[in-house]
Each structure stands twice: as structure tokens, then as C-alpha cells.
């Protein structure tokens, strides 16, 4: 059992603050991009702020980082999962593709615990791009078929119209004599 932040307690974003007066009702807000708070003369956050992290990794990496122990502190399973899984976007626009990895696969162990086959589906794609950047293409291959596997199920019943799954686009790029479908 994760063990539960209580509201005088040093908040687990690291700003110094107790936890009642920093991140205790962020997170709902944040989810819905409403602004959560003013920091020293820098105005209302909201999710747009994540936008400058996009031109340095290594903010966007720490950034994560705090929302993963927010996340985990809070014991919200889907934060962690997509935390973990754009840590491994950071580490895989690095070229750092073994803790690409590693963070794809804690998403996806978290994803499938969620029984979230959208998840499993993007997260699984992201592997197949790691092997596929490491020149293993059977397991980018197999990855890939898995994701457009997990896609279909996510959206069996919907009505999308005649576009083909992600993946199965990706499984053809890899080796184009084969067919996507499984």
C-alpha cells in the first residue's frame, strides 16, 4: 500500500510547500487544463505550461518526474501510466533508447493493470519504434502488430470509416511483401 500524503506534509513536487497549499487539488484542474495556482509572479499554470518543454528534454524530464511522484503519491494509476510513457518520448528524443524502453514497459505494465487497450496500443507502438530504431525488426514487427491488435480491440464497435490502424501501417513500412493484418 502506497502510503497517503497527509495535508501538512512537505509536498512530493519538491517546491518546498505544504502539500495543502501546492499540488493537494491540482491535480483534477491541471486534468482539465483550468489554471491551478500562481507561482512567484509567473501568473496561473495551466497545462499550455508544458509547451516550453518540448525545446529542452532535460525540463521536460524533470517535470515528468515530479508528476510521476504526484501521480504515484496520489495512487492514480493512468497519471503514472502517461508519465511513464512520455518519460520514454523524452529518453527516446535523446537517443537514450534502453530508459526508453524501461519507461515503456512500466506504462505498459501499467496499462494492461488498467485494462486500457488505447493505452496498450500507443504504448506498444512506442516500443516498436525503439526496436525498430535499434534495426530489430521482428520485434518492432511483432510490437507493432500487437499495437494495431490492441487498437482494433479499443475500437471494435466504433465507426471510424475505411482507415487502417496505426500499427498495422507501421508493420507494413518494416517489411512492405506482408500484410498488416494478423
Do not use: W
Not at 518519460?87 to 527516446?92: A, I, S
Amino acid at each position: 500500500m502506497k502510503p497517503k500524503i497527509g495535508r501538512n506534509d512537505p509536498c512530493p513536487c519538491g517546491s518546498g510547500q505544504k502539500y495543502k497549499r501546492c499540488c493537494n487539488d491540482k491535480e483534477p484542474a491541471i486534468a482539465h487544463g483550468h489554471p491551478v495556482g500562481v507561482q512567484e509572479n509567473q501568473g496561473p499554470r495551466t497545462r499550455d505550461d508544458a509547451v516550453p518543454a518540448r525545446d529542452d528534454p532535460a525540463e521536460a524530464e524533470s517535470s515528468l518526474l515530479v508528476h510521476l511522484a504526484l501521480y504515484e503519491c496520489l495512487g492514480r494509476t493512468e497519471g503514472m501510466a502517461a508519465a511513464f510513457n512520455n518519460l520514454g518520448v523524452v529518453y527516446q528524443t535523446l537517443g537514450d533508447l534502453g530508459p526508453a524502453e524501461a519507461m515503456y514497459q512500466e506504462a505498459l505494465k501499467l496499462e494492461e493493470e488498467l485494462d486500457c487497450k488505447e493505452g496498450m496500443a500507443a504504448v506498444c507502438e512506442n516500443l516498436g519504434q525503439v526496436y525498430q530504431a535499434r534495426g530489430d525488426r521482428a520485434q518492432a514487427e511483432a510490437m507493432y502488430k500487437r499495437s494495431a491488435a490492441r487498437a482494433k480491440r479499443a475500437h471494435a464497435g466504433r465507426v471510424f470509416g475505411d482507415r487502417p490502424d496505426r500499427g498495422s501501417r507501421r508493420a507494413e513500412s518494416i517489411d512492405p511483401g506482408r500484410s498488416g493484418s494478423t
